[in-house]
Structure formats: C-alpha cells, structure tokens
C-alpha cells in the first residue's frame, strides 16, 4: 500500500534536499510578488547548514524524499521564530504543513522553553495566511518591506490545560 509521512529532525545529509524543495516551493511566492530575488531563492547550501547547526531544523519525509520542511529558533525572550514552512506542490492540502507547524512549536516549547511563537508571511499569501489562523496565531504587525512586498507578522502563546501549569497542545494527525 502507500507509504506514510514521517516527520524528524533534520541531518546535514538533508540539506540538499531541503534547499531544491524551497526553491521549488517559493516560485509561486516570488510570481505572486513579482520577484525572484528573494531571500529562500538566493539562500545557499552553506546558509541553510548554518540554520541547522544553530535552530531547529524539522523535515517531513515520504519515504526517503523530503516532502516538507519547516525551522525554529527561540530568542533570548522565550519567543520561538518558525519560518520556512514548506511542502511539496503535490502534498498540500493534505495536513501536512499544519502537522510540521505543530511539531516544531512542540519541539521548540518542549526543548527551548519557547512561550510564545511568531511567524511571517507575504501581505498576498492569503492560504497560510488562513492556516496560521485556524491555528490559532493572530496578526500583530505589518511592516512594508517593499513597493510590492508587505510582510505580516503572526504570533501566538501555548494554550495553558485546564490544571494550571502544563501546556496543552492538540495536533492534526492526518497526511
């Protein structure tokens, strides 16, 4: 039958991986916007080995093919920075960027200590923009990056359980 996805740590065997799944990922992002110098369609090999050796680096695996991927970083304040949410073309509307959202803010709160999380996106990217919302983040700022170019910033804090102390994290489970 089918294979199911997996989602682990990345390796520095991944990185290659990683990097042609974002360039093909961010084509639409740079059409929508009109510009294909940015910044995940410039990163290099040895940029993205960076980001893995000092944050959390998550992929999503369909067997030995990286189908998604996502990073993590928590600043000095406690708040957990996640970009790069991507996801192979042909495995969206699946799950399977809410199931690698939800996997590294686990991570990140769980190994980090995050207490809050924030996350960016394109004025024009209204898909993950409607995601980031169903998952609970709220828009509290825009900055305009360019004439074409507005990025929105999201943030939201863990949802304490009802007994006080613990957070509770409740996590879609399909892909």
Excluded: F, N, W
Aim: aromatic share 4%; hydrophobic share 35%.
């Amino acid at each position: 039958m089918g294979m199911s996805v997996t989602i682990s740590a990345a390796t520095d065997e991944d990185v290659e991986q990683i990097l042609k799944l974002q360039y093909l990922c961010y084509q639409s992002e740079a059409a929508l916007y009109g510009d294909y110098g940015i910044e995940p369609l410039t990163q290099t090999l040895d940029d993205l080995r960076a980001e893995l050796a000092r944050g959390c680096v998550l992929v999503a695996r369909l067997g030995e093919e990286v189908v998604g991927s996502v990073r993590g970083r928590v600043e000095d304040d406690g708040t957990a920075v996640i970009g790069k949410l991507i996801v192979h073309p042909r495995m969206q509307r699946h799950g399977l960027g809410r199931r690698l959202l939800s996997a590294v803010e686990e991570r990140l709160a769980r190994e980090r200590s995050a207490r809050r999380y924030r996350l960016s996106t394109g004025h024009r990217s209204e898909g993950s923009i409607r995601l980031y919302r169903r998952l609970g983040y709220t828009p509290v700022a825009t900055e305009q990056v360019s004439s074409r170019l507005s990025m929105v910033t999201l943030e939201k804090a863990p949802r304490p359980s009802p007994a006080g102390g613990e957070v509770s994290r409740t996590y879609a489970a399909s892909a």
